[in-house]
């Protein structure tokens, strides 16, 4: 459906304020007919959602930035979070920092890509990912076209911004392992919940793996952009 991950042809870094992106460029000549926004998880880079963006048509613009804060982890790697939180999840507050900062780089990127469909945004991320994009979402609704969180969870505090039902009627797909012992499976249950409440429509997705997106719910995953994407 798409380029390699590696494919120079089609992918290339670009600059952000404190960080930096991989970013997908359409093929040559066609207008992105939307965007896809991948955050990858703590410790993780802008090189780790890449192989999601063969989920995505030829014709959308995938954007993959780097998380702006150290992950302050043996492994390295970059964070969502300004800090090694003892809570779990941590508090809703903790992300506006990043959402903020996610919010001015696609100012700026709709600079370097204005021919793209930016009222079309396909947000994804993988567990602390996947918690800051429903953030994002829950704050920003109108931007949000819809919505994956892979292995992930919402941020405590979440059920209040979703009284308000900001994503009424938006898709969103959820995929979770069953033998998840870093991110327990009734963390993406109760995200379901949740987004639930907040007017989405929910699509739960299982797999026997651990941290990771498995087999079927990826094949799932891959149907549901084409419903939606």
Request: charged fraction near 20%; charge should be positive.
């Amino acid at each position: 459906m798409s380029s390699s991950p590696t494919d120079p042809a089609r992918w290339e870094t670009r600059p952000l304020e404190g960080s930096a992106a991989r970013i997908r460029r359409p093929a040559a000549g066609k207008p992105a007919r939307a965007v896809a926004v991948l955050l990858h998880g703590w410790t993780g880079d802008e090189t780790f959602m890449s192989p999601f963006a063969e989920l995505f048509p030829p014709d959308v613009l995938v954007i993959a930035p780097r998380a702006p804060w150290p992950a302050h982890s043996p492994r390295g790697g970059y964070s969502w979070v300004n800090a090694a939180p003892e809570d779990h999840p941590p508090d809703f507050s903790r992300y506006r920092p990043a959402t903020a900062l996610l919010a001015a780089w696609l100012v700026a990127l709709r600079g370097m890509f204005p021919r793209a469909r930016w009222e079309q945004q396909h947000w994804m991320g993988f567990s602390q990912g996947a918690s800051t994009a429903g953030a994002y979402a829950l704050e920003r609704p109108a931007e949000v076209a819809t919505l994956a969180l892979l292995a992930g969870f919402l941020p405590h505090g979440a059920e209040t911004w979703a009284a308000r039902k900001p994503l009424e009627g938006t898709p969103v797909f959820i995929a979770h392992g069953l033998r998840d012992t870093i991110v327990p499976l009734h963390h993406a249950r109760h995200a379901a919940e949740v987004l639930t409440r907040a007017g989405a429509q929910v699509q739960f997705c299982t797999d026997d793996v651990a941290h990771k997106v498995g087999a079927r719910c990826k094949k799932a995953l891959g149907a549901f952009y084409a419903a939606h994407a």
